[in-house]
């Protein structure tokens, strides 16, 4: 019976969910009428009880042919509860362990040193060496966003470099996914006190991409208390992300607030020079020879993104010493070919809407359907225009993929996002980044 039943739930939750909260339970016994589940721990089963308690009892009903079937919780024996996972300790020691300085991900390559700072990204910069001076006392919460490539984890690394070089203070430094890994398993293994605790002692907490806890209510809920516990000591917290906090719109309320009560700071796309300069900076620290011209035309064509000026830098120096030759420009378009191709043929409007749909949380049915929800407009509006920029799809081409909209739909949700994209930089920014997740696939 229970196996019939996790394959029907199977079936109705996304993976994660289910990997997450329900391959640690298992059925007990059933008596009467009412199944007895078995979960790790208390919480656990409140927390499934509240989000999936019909559908548990939906599933064992249908998995005994029918008839009511109501489910209870039983926190299981903990000695039969699986180990904790190792990489959970490891996370654990590097938040907290013995030499909590220098947590595992920390980047020694990125420093203040080997940044570049130009138009796009001064004022970031600034804000993050303040608040690497002062810890605490400059702007709390530091929050910083920009698009792919454009340096917030350097920053971030680059802080928390400077601090452990010269204090003692102890720094965590975890991406968003971490976090929530943290959470999960702390919840799996009924050791929340612990990761609380743990978190308690932090000096300054850094979480990188914290546009990931979009949608996971328990890892906000967690990173909330954390939040609070810290600032309230005068704990330094530096957050990244790839947005504005008000265009987050799966973050709780009461969070996207506290993202805005320090300093919030933007990466912007590095203008010409500071491309030049970048290459000038990286060629001479990889020691690869450019020539004027190749300069030219790399920051000229890799305008979007610094990872990518630097991936070509790289390739570039790496297919120049494999071949034994000197770089030329010739060399340079041949090599970088694929970087710089018309990428248009290969995109479908279904990637589009597929990219569009995970950014913005929202289901392709939704994006297809007519609901007019606000938190449905928008995205909605933005995939249908980037379908027009991305594809040589013709406007009633698009409708069709959009359940069948007519083209004047197509043509009214392409100039709205044209206009305000115009005088909207973290809409340009969401633009940016929707671009390159389409294209890089
Ligand atoms: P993000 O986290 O915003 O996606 P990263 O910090 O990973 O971007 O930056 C991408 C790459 O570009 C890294 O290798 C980083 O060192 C480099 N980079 C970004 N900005 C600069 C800059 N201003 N000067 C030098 N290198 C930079
Ligand atoms: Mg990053």
Same mark, same amino acid.
């Given at each position: 019976v229970w196996q019939e039943a996790l394959a029907y739930i199977q079936g109705k939750v996304p993976k994660q969910v289910y990997d997450t909260w329900f391959t640690p339970v298992h059925l007990e016994r059933i008596e009467d009428s009412t199944a007895q589940i078995a979960v790790p721990n208390k919480f656990f089963g409140d927390w499934l009880s509240q989000h999936y308690g019909p559908l548990l009892e939906e599933a064992v009903s249908t998995a005994r042919g029918g008839g009511e079937t109501a489910v209870s919780f039983v926190v299981f024996n903990r000695l039969a509860a699986k180990p904790i996972d190792p990489t959970v300790i490891e996370q654990a020691r590097a938040v907290a *362990?013995? +030499? #909590? +300085?220098? *947590?595992?991900?920390?980047? =020694? +390559?990125?420093?203040f040193k080997n940044f570049v700072v130009g138009a796009g990204n001064q004022f970031a910069h600034a804000a993050c060496m303040a608040v690497a001076e002062q810890p605490a006392k400059a702007y709390n919460p530091l929050f910083i966003y920009g698009g792919v490539g454009l340096g917030k984890t350097h920053l971030l690394n680059a802080i928390a470099n400077h601090v452990a070089e010269r204090t003692d203070l102890r720094i965590a430094y975890l991406t968003t996914e971490q976090f929530t890994n943290e959470v999960i398993n702390s919840i799996r293994y009924d050791k929340m006190m612990d990761l609380r605790k743990r978190y308690r002692h932090i000096d300054m907490l850094m979480i990188d !991409?914290?546009?990931?806890?979009? *949608?996971k209510e328990r890892t906000q809920e967690e990173f909330f208390h954390t939040f609070n516990s810290l600032y309230e000591a005068h704990k330094q917290i530096v957050l990244s992300s790839?947005?504005? =906090? +008000? !265009?987050? #719109? !799966?973050?709780?309320e009461r969070l996207r607030s506290r993202f805005e009560w320090g300093l919030i700071a933007d990466l912007q796309p590095p203008d010409v020079e500071t491309r030049i300069a970048i290459l000038r900076k990286k060629s001479e620290d990889e020691g690869v020879r450019l020539p004027e011209d190749v300069i030219q035309f790399l920051s000229t064509t890799m305008k979007s993104n610094i990872r990518e000026l630097e991936g070509s830098l790289v390739r570039l120096g790496a297919y120049a010493s494999l071949t034994g030759q000197v770089i030329t420009l010739d060399m340079a378009r041949n090599v970088l070919r694929d970087l710089i191709g018309d990428k248009k043929k290969i995109v479908s409007l279904e990637d589009i809407q597929e990219v569009v749909s995970t950014w913005f949380h929202v289901r392709i049915a939704d994006l297809k359907s007519r609901r007019r929800s606000k938190t449905l407009v928008h995205p909605r509006q933005i995939a249908m225009y980037l379908c027009r920029e991305l594809t040589d799809a013709s406007y009633p081409e698009i409708g069709r993929h959009f359940g069948g909209k007519d083209h004047t739909t197509i043509i009214h949700a392409c100039r709205q996002i044209g206009k305000a994209r115009d005088t909207d930089s973290s809409l340009q920014a969401t633009l940016d980044g929707l671009k390159d997740k389409i294209l890089r696939g």
């Open positions: *362990g013995s +030499k #909590p +300085k220098r *947590g595992i991900q920390l980047n =020694p +390559k990125y420093t !991409d914290i546009q990931f806890l979009a *949608g790839d947005r504005f =906090p +008000k !265009d987050m #719109p !799966d973050i709780e």
